[in-house]
Each structure stands twice: as C-alpha cells, then as structure tokens.
C-alpha cells in the first residue's frame, strides 16, 4: 500500500499509564493517577444526576449541531451560536483545524516544547513545521512572529502552556496579534483556562472580537472533569467557523458527553472550588520545591513541571511503584523533570513525600557555588 510516507515517521500517542494496568504490574492496591491533568475532584455532581434523569438513547444519533449544549455555552460566554465549534475535545478541533488550512507547500509555526498534537496533525498533513524554542519555559512570540511568511497557514500558541504551566502576558500576546497577518490562523488553546490565577491574563473571547483570525480552544475534559466523554470547543468569528464546520466530522460530540457538558457548564461553584482547591495545591509543590532547591515554573494550570536534578525516567519509575503514576519529562522535551497533576491535599503530600525519599537516594548533585 500507498502510506502518506510522513506516516511512517511517527509513532501513536504515548498515553499515560492506566491505573488499573499499574496495579497488575507492580500488585499495589492503591494507585494514584497523576500524569494527564485529570480533575481529582471528578465533575460537577449536577453532570450525574442529568445524565440519569435526562438520559440520551444509545440507538439514536446525537445532535450533530449540538444545539442545546450550543445553546448553553454561548450564553455562558455571551457570544452567539454561529461564533462556535464543538468537537470530540479539544484534540479534535485541532484536528479539524490541520485538515482544513495545512498541506504540502504550507508551513505551522508553534513552540515546542508544548502540546504535542499540533505538530502531530501538521505532520499527517505533510505541512512544513516551524518550532520556535521556549524562552526560560515561555513562547517566544518575538521569534515565531519572525518564523512567519507568506505560506504560514497556522500558528499554536498555547496558554497556559502544557508541559511548563506558563502563560503569554496580555501585552505580548496583543502586541504579536497586531503584527500577525490576517492570512494567518492564530489557534490559542485554552485547555487550562479555568485555572488561571494571574492579573495580567486577557479576556480571550474579546480578543476573538478585535482579531478576525483568532481562534480559541477550551475544553469539558480539564477542570470540568470530563475528560472520558469527550467534549471541546472553539470560539471564533462566524467566518472561521463556517470555514472550519465542513472538515468537522457529523456526529463528533456524542450525546452523553453534550448532556454532561451543558450540566457541568451551568454549575460554576462547582469550578469556583476546584479551582482555589488547585490554586492551594500549588502552593503545596511551590513549597516542596523550595525545601529541596528544585527549579520549578510558576503554573497556571493544575499540574507543575519540576526539574528534579536526576533522569526524569528514573524519578517516574520510582514513583510509579510507590503507586503514584505521574509524566516523565523525557518525551515531553524536559529529561530531567517531572510533570505532575496537581491532585488532593492528601494525593499531593504522598507524592511529595515519595519524591523526597526519592530525592535523598540520589547522589549528591555538583553544586554551582
Ligand atoms: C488536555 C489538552 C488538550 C486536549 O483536551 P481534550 O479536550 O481532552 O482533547 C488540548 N490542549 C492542551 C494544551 C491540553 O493540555
């Protein structure tokens, strides 16, 4: 057979190990996922309770315009029905995006490290990637601006990003806006929006407003904890959308995860907690780090990459048979850090305290002074 020969180059999403997978291998009964940004507190208890009184049946085929959870999300957000896309999650749109504007002759800018699905999706597009290096754990939008010409179809930006929890400031994002060229997608995935704590961030949606080739993305699987039922999203200006719904596949959002969706948006004290629980487990690693002298990066997100001054491989292992299953920085571009979810007061002081044992097993590291 005829492969896309950029096929061969790659290789399926490593995900993170299961639980239950970990449980067999290393006979612990208690095991503690930690390694996809999952919400430890699970979802909004209003998601069960109208999955049950208003359940989908499985024989029909969902909405495929999801015109209730439509609905929903555009009045939370106040924008109108036609400025949105949903997808099965976030990967989906970004998926959806790649197939409509990347092709052989055309080029993505994006930072790496960050999300690996945009590249992935670029390269199955057999599109020229341009990756600009983070700047001390940020984008560097001085040099992705300058990574783009006349065949740039798409750039990434993501904030917070995944892996270093880091953000783009609301004057260096507007600044790279107004420089960019409207021939140019800007796709700002917003998959940790809701956890974001710092002053200087930008009401993203007015931004879709003043910049007519912005796009952004959020998603029900991080804070909403939603992540198995697949639901994502997009707002843009109703010409984007337009463009981008014929590449989108008919019935991509499945019927429970848009009655779940709509019932998690509507219950916001429920992210209201979730959210300071998270801003206070932060503080938890922040205070870790300090203790040990590990560099970490201030995060925005609910989880923290920590540099643990030893084989991120090694550190992942250990933890993993001490029952805590958490990401190695090796294939996220970071080989000496790991990145961790930010889960319960409890989840997050058992790791911390295998972390430490682990940490005092290691050789001496040469000190800088
Ligand atoms: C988790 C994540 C996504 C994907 O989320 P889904 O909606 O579950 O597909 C997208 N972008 C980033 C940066 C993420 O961390």
Redesign the pocket.
């Known amino acids: 057979m005829r492969w896309k020969k950029q096929l061969l180059t790659l290789t399926p999403y490593q995900p993170g190990k299961s639980i239950e997978s970990v449980k067999r291998q290393y006979k612990l009964d208690q095991i503690v996922k930690l390694a996809s ?1 999952e919400n430890p507190f699970g979802c909004s208890p209003n998601v069960l309770t109208e999955l049950e009184s208003n359940q989908p049946s499985f024989a029909i085929y969902p909405d495929g315009y999801a015109t209730s959870l439509r609905e929903s999300v555009a009045s939370f957000l106040k924008v109108n029905q036609d400025e949105l896309i949903f997808g099965n ?3 989906n749109i970004i998926q959806i995006i790649s197939r409509s504007l990347l092709h052989p002759g055309a080029n993505t800018v994006m930072a790496t490290p960050s ?1 690996s699905q945009y590249k992935h999706n670029a390269v199955i597009e057999g599109a020229e990637i341009r990756e600009i290096p983070l700047l001390d754990g940020q984008h560097d939008l001085e040099k992705m601006y300058g990574a783009i010409d006349d065949n740039t179809n798409v750039v990434w930006v ?1 904030s917070p990003n ?1 892996p270093t929890g880091t953000y783009v400031s609301k004057n260096n994002l507007i600044s790279f806006l107004d420089k960019v060229p409207s021939h140019v997608l800007v796709v700002l ?1 917003e ?1 940790y929006y809701e956890y974001v704590c710092a002053d200087d961030y930008y009401d993203s949606i007015e931004l879709t407003r003043n910049y007519s080739n912005l796009i952004v993305l959020r ?1 029900f ?2 804070i909403y904890g939603l ?1 198995s039922l ?1 639901v ?1 999203y997009g707002i843009a200006n109703k010409e984007i959308i337009k463009a981008l719904e014929p590449a989108r596949e008919p019935f991509n959002v499945n019927s429970f995860g848009m009655v779940a969706a709509q019932a998690a948006i509507l219950d916001q004290e429920f992210v209201q907690t979730c959210k300071e629980k998270n801003k206070q487990g932060l503080t938890q690693f922040y205070h870790f780090c300090e203790d040990h002298k590990l560099s970490y990066y201030p995060s925005q997100t609910n989880f923290i990459l920590i540099d643990i001054n030893a084989d991120a491989d090694k550190g992942f292992q250990f933890l993993l048979e001490k029952g805590y299953i958490v990401r190695s920085g090796k294939a996220l571009g970071f080989p000496s850090s790991l990145r961790i979810t930010v889960g319960s007061f409890e989840q997050n002081e058992g790791v911390l305290k295998a972390l430490g044992v682990f940490l005092a097993e290691q050789p001496e590291q040469l000190s800088e002074n």
């Open positions: 940004n999650g976030s990967d999300f993501c995944n995935d998959a998603t699987s991080k992540a697949r994502g």
